[in-house]
């Protein structure tokens, strides 16, 4: 029987505790969990470590065996699992210099590597929303990250998309993760403040009104059950990731 969301977050955040012990400072879940529109058979389950040490490879040994139990035991979880692991201090920094961090996501398996302001999106999710599951809220320990910190990273994301989108043909839900992506940036950068795929697609169709159709069909791909088998609509939304890095750009 496949293990529940809740229950999988609560074996993660003991296996992780036992891990990692005084190094740990705080683990939280953010994202669409903590959103209300989390979909058990499509969403990934998204979450934060604080660590008191910078992460290293021993703690990348430490780490690894515990995953590699989830992934063995919750096959359902095996590829919807994202942790990032980052020590205080490069919390407190990343917008000025990058640091070391541990993270394992969809497609990436766990590794060391140095982080770059564009995990601020991350961090912006888990202090606004996060769940604390063991240890101290991440408000009290991360200060609050500013818009002109924070919308440079989120252009920069946005300028990269035309070419990352060119993966996604015949690839319905690349499509659609791409459409609901671009317009939570949007939502964002005009709102201020971090929505789910679901909000930001609600939002993007009142926004985007030539859009609205397109919107419409990556939301509902996404939430009720869209198979691999549909062929897609690469065409429009390759045109509708243009039409949005060029408004966020300031060039329509």
């Known amino acids: 029987m496949a293990v529940e969301p809740t229950q999988l977050l609560e074996e993660l955040a003991a296996a992780v505790t036992a891990a990692l012990?005084?190094?740990?400072?705080?683990?939280?879940?953010?994202?669409?969990?903590?959103a209300g529109d989390f979909e058990?058979?499509?969403?990934?389950?998204?979450?934060?470590?604080?660590?008191d040490a910078e992460p290293d490879r021993a703690m990348l040994e430490r780490l690894r065996p515990l995953h590699e139990r989830i992934a063995v035991e919750h096959p359902r979880w095996a590829d919807r699992v994202e942790v990032d692991y980052l020590s205080l201090e490069t919390l407190r920094t990343l917008a000025e210099r990058p640091g070391p961090m541990i993270r394992i996501?969809?497609?990436?398996?766990l590794h060391l590597f140095e982080a770059t302001r564009h995990y601020l999106i991350n961090i912006v999710s888990a202090r606004q929303d996060g769940q604390t599951l063991r240890g101290l809220?991440?408000?009290?320990?991360?200060?609050?990250?500013?818009?002109?910190?924070?919308?440079?990273?989120?252009?920069?994301?946005?300028?990269?998309?035309?070419?990352w989108v060119q993966d996604a043909r015949g690839r319905p839900g690349a499509q659609a993760y791409a459409v609901l992506t671009l317009c939570r940036a949007l939502h964002l950068l005009e709102i201020g403040h971090q929505s789910s795929k679901r909000q930001a697609g609600a939002w993007g169709t009142a926004r985007l009104p030539e859009w609205a159709e397109?919107?419409?069909w990556a939301s509902g791909w996404w939430y009720h059950g869209g198979s691999d088998a549909d062929g897609g609509r690469f065409e429009e939304v390759e045109a509708f990731v243009h039409a949005v890095r060029d408004e966020i750009a300031g060039t329509r």
């Open 21 to 34: 012990g005084d190094d740990l400072l705080s683990l939280t879940v953010h994202g669409s969990y903590v």
């Open 40 to 51: 058990p058979d499509r969403s990934d389950l998204d979450l934060l470590a604080v660590l």
């Open 105 to 109: 996501s969809p497609g990436e398996p």
């Open 137 to 163: 809220d991440v408000p009290s320990l991360v200060p609050f990250v500013p818009k002109d910190s924070l919308f440079p990273v989120i252009r920069e994301h946005v300028e990269s998309w035309p070419a």
């Open 214 to 216: 397109l919107i419409a």
